[in-house]
C-alpha cells in the first residue's frame, strides 16, 4: 500500500485481530529516517531502535539523523542521496536499521505473524532491506510490480548470515555486462556481536496470471509458498494488459479475456493463494474460497481506516467524496515511470489534477524509481521519465517517455505527511486507491467517516 500507508500501526492492528498484517517496505529508508527528523513523535522509532541487534549501528542511524523537537516548518529533509548499483555503506545500515524498526513495531505486544511487502521495480535496496526484515522476525514476503524469481534464494542464504547476490536490470546491457548488486552481512556485524537465529520467511510473489504463477514454479531459485493474485482492480501499480494496449475514450487501459485469471489452473499448482482487486466484502470472500482461494488481500478500505498512515484530513476528504457518491480512480497508463499502470485516486489539489502537475516543477532528488541503463563508454548511468526533461534527454531518454509521467517517489511521501518542503512550495501528493473506492461506505457508521481495522475486519467476516 504504496509508502507508509499500509505502516507499522495498520499491520500491528490487523496481525492482532488474527490476520496477516502486513508492512510497506517501499522506501522505509527513507520514511524512517524523515520520521526521526521530524522528532520521532511518540519515540517509536526510538524505542525500537533499543532493540536492534548491533547498538553502534543504531547508534549512528540515530546520530545522523534524529532531530529533536523535528525540523522547522520552513526547513527541509536531509538529502540522502541517490540509490546506486555501487555499495553503500551507511545507505545500507540505513536500510537494514528501518526495515528492522518497522517490522519490529508491527509485531510488537502479540505473537502473530507479520509481513512485508517489496516492489521488484526497486532493486537496489533489495539485499540489505530484506536483511533488516528478518532480523526482526518477519514471517511472509511479499513481492509486485515485476517477476522476482531470485528472492527465494536471496531468502535461503540471508537466513544463514550468508553473501547474497541479486541481478539488477541495466537497460542496454548484454549478457556480458550484467550487472549485480552484492550483500555480505558480515560486513555490518559488530565485534564481538552474537548472530540472532534468523527464520526463513514464506515467499509470496503478486500475480496476475496463471501464467506468470508457472514462471514462478519453473525458474524460482528456491521455495514459492504461494500466490497473492491480483486482478486490475487493485490499487497502487497494475500489470499491463496483455497483447496489444488499447484504451477507454477517456485514456484509461482495457483489459480483456486474456487477462482473467484462470483459477482452475492455479488450484493445479498445489499451492495457497490469496486474491485482491476489489475482494472487500463477505460476498467477496465466499467467491474467493470457491475458487479455492485461502482468502482475500485488501488494501483499499485498510488505507482508509483510522490506523493507516494517511493523515486524518485526506483519509476523511476521501471518504467523503465515496459517501457523496463522487469516487474516481483513474487507471493512468502513463502516470508511474515504472511504466506499469497506476491507479491514481482523484482530488483535488493533488496530482491528480492537470493544473498541479503541470505546477511542479520537475525534480528527481529521492531516485527510487530510476532506470539504471548502459553508457555508450559502458558504465552504468541512471534515468528517469519523470526526472527534469533536459536530463533525461541528455541520457538518451526520448521525448515521448517524458509525457504524463508523475514523480511518484515524492507524491507518495507527500500521502502520508512527509512531504520534501522546497522554497516556496511543497510537494504534492499523489493518492492510490483500487476500484472499490467507490463502495467504501460500507464500513463506516451513520454517524462518522472514521473506521477502524477491526471495523474492516468484522465486516468482511460478516
Not at 46 to 65: C, E
Not at 89 to 107: D, Q
Not at 165 to 187: K, L, M, N
Amino acid at each position: 500500500m504504496g509508502v507508509g500507508v499500509s505502516n507499522w500501526h495498520l499491520a500491528q492492528a490487523v496481525s492482532k485481530l488474527g490476520h496477516l498484517g502486513v508492512v510497506s517496505g517501499t522506501a522505509l529508508d527513507l520514511v524512517m529516517a524523515r520520521r526521526l527528523q521530524t522528532g520521532d513523535p511518540g519515540g517509536h522509532v526510538r524505542r525500537a531502535l533499543r532493540h536492534f541487534v548491533w547498538p553502534q549501528m543504531a547508534q549512528r542511524v540515530l546520530d545522523a539523523l534524529f532531530v529533536p523537537g523535528g525540523i522547522k516548518p520552513d526547513e527541509h529533509y536531509t538529502f540522502l542521496g541517490l540509490p546506486t548499483i555501487k555499495e553503500n555503506h551507511a545507505r545500507n545500515e540505513l536500510c537494514i536499521v528501518s526495515n528492522f524498526v518497522e517490522v519490529f513495531l508491527a509485531r510488537e505486544g502479540h505473537s502473530n505473524p507479520v509481513g512485508i511487502n517489496y516492489l521488484e521495480k526497486i532493486q537496489l535496496p533489495h539485499l540489505p532491506s530484506l536483511y533488516g526484515a528478518m532480523l526482526a522476525g518477519v514471517a511472509v514476503v511479499i513481492v509486485g510490480a515485476g517477476i522476482a524469481v531470485e528472492f527465494p534464494g536471496v531468502l535461503d542464504v540471508l537466513a544463514q548470515h550468508q553473501p547474497a547476490t541479486y541481478s539488477i536490470r541495466v537497460h542496454g546491457a548484454q549478457a556480458d555486462t550484467e550487472c549485480t548488486s552484492r550483500f555480505d552481512p558480515g560486513d555490518y556485524l559488530e565485534a564481538g556481536a552474537a548472530l540472532p537465529a534468523l527464520s526463513r520467511p514464506d515467499f509470496l510473489p503478486i500475480i496476475s496470471s496463471d501464467a506468470l504463477a508457472s514462471i514462478f514454479i519453473r525458474k524460482a531459485s528456491g521455495r514459492v509458498d504461494g500466490f497473492v493474485v491480483e486482478s486490475p482492480q487493485a490499487g497502487g501499480h497494475n500489470a499491463p494488459p496483455r497483447g496489444t494496449l488499447h484504451l477507454t475514450d477517456d485514456g484509461q487501459p482495457i483489459y480483456g479475456p486474456r487477462d482473467t485469471v484462470n483459477f482452475a489452473a492455479i488450484r493445479k499448482l498445489g499451492l495457497p493463494f490469496w486474491v485482491g482487486g476489489s475482494y472487500d466484502s463477505p460476498e467477496q470472500l465466499k467467491v474467493a474460497e470457491a475458487e479455492g482461494a485461502a482468502g482475500i488481500q485488501v488494501g483499499t478500505a485498510f488505507a482508509l481506516c483510522t490506523d493507516s498512515g494517511l493523515p486524518s484530513e485526506i483519509r476523511r476528504t476521501l471518504v467523503a467524496k465515496a459517501l457523496a457518491g463522487e469516487a474516481h480512480v483513474f487507471t493512468d497508463p502513463v502516470a508511474s515511470p515504472t511504466g506499469f499502470p497506476f491507479k491514481v485516486a482523484q482530488l483535488e489539489g493533488t496530482l491528480s489534477e492537470r493544473a498541479v502537475y503541470l505546477k511542479r516543477q520537475r525534480i528527481c532528488d529521492l531516485g527510487y524509481l530510476r532506470e539504471p541503463y548502459r553508457r555508450e563508454d559502458g558504465t552504468v548511468g541512471y534515468r528517469c521519465a519523470a526526472e527534469p526533461e533536459l536530463n533525461f534527454l541528455a541520457k538518451g531518454g526520448k521525448a515521448d517517455e517524458m509525457a504524463g509521467r508523475i514523480c511518484v517517489c515524492n507524491g507518495l511521501l507527500a500521502n502520508i505527511g512527509l512531504a520534501q518542503r522546497l522554497p516556496g512550495r511543497v510537494e504534492p501528493c499523489l493518492l492510490t486507491l483500487g476500484d472499490s473506492f467507490a463502495s467504501i461506505g460500507r464500513f463506516c457508521r451513520a454517524d462518522s467517516l472514521d473506521f477502524s481495522a477491526e471495523d474492516v475486519v468484522r465486516t468482511l467476516l460478516g
